[in-house]
């Protein structure tokens, strides 16, 4: 069976500073995808990032970027030039191409200190 | 248009009420999916729709009925819910078999049982 693990509950880092969040994973299968996800109070569940497995380059996007060890199984993501808005809890997340299911983490909740 | 839309946001219904939720996108995915949240959780699994036919249950309780009239629309039919049933109620839809693998949720309704 797949699982996500989330190591951190609650994180926090200043304003402007860098922050990495860990996830680690346990799949078979050799064709799959990593997310992760942001839910801000808001509630919306809002794509942060996403790594295909076979892509051996680690996926960016603005100020997220990910450390994707495939090997390892770890999929840590890296939020560079911390912005209050990035306040939020974040969700690692996996599926496999032609799975309907994905499997989250049990998250990590980010504060962000001015 | 790449959103998904949930109605209503907020919903209390007593006991005995029968309440339904909506869900809509206009992104051609064909994998439409339920998922209950609980404060500080991960989302979990309730049903999946492929195709609109009904591809996953993760053993429900049968007050929660779900409905996919076409390929846009989601319904989930609420009937004699418990309290304990009182959570956010999450609408995702994706691609599954191409390369633009990916979910987007809707915003949530958030559903109070008296």
């Known amino acids: 069976a797949q699982t996500v693990t989330q190591s951190q509950p609650e994180m926090s880092v200043q304003e402007a500073e860098t922050v990495t969040l860990s996830c680690t994973y346990d799949t078979s299968e050799s064709d799959y995808y990593l997310f992760w996800y942001k839910q801000p109070p808001s509630r919306q569940m809002i794509l942060v990032i996403r790594q295909e497995a076979y892509k051996q380059q680690n996926a960016t996007e603005n100020r997220f970027s990910v450390n994707f060890q495939k090997a390892a199984k770890s999929f840590s993501l890296k939020i560079s030039d911390s912005q209050l808005g990035d306040a939020a809890m974040y969700f690692c997340?996996?599926?496999?191409?032609?799975?309907?299911?994905?499997?989250f983490g049990t998250g990590t909740r980010l504060t962000i200190i001015p | 248009d790449t959103e998904v839309t949930q109605t209503p946001k907020h919903l209390v219904m007593g006991m005995t009420n029968k309440k339904s939720l909506k869900c809509e996108q206009h992104m051609g995915h064909r994998a439409m999916y339920w998922y209950k949240q609980k404060a500080k959780k991960p989302p979990e699994l309730m049903f999946v729709?492929?195709?609109?036919?009904?591809?996953i249950n993760e053993s429900v309780p049968s007050r929660f009925s779900p409905e996919c009239p076409n390929s846009s629309l989601l319904n989930l039919h609420l009937h004699a819910l418990q309290p304990e049933d009182s959570a956010l109620y999450l609408c995702a839809s994706s691609h599954m078999l191409t390369s633009d693998y990916g979910y987007t949720f809707g915003s949530g309704t958030r559903l109070t049982v008296v």
């Open positions: 997340a996996y599926s496999y191409f032609g799975n309907e299911k994905l499997t």
């Open positions: 729709y492929s195709y609109e036919k009904l591809s």
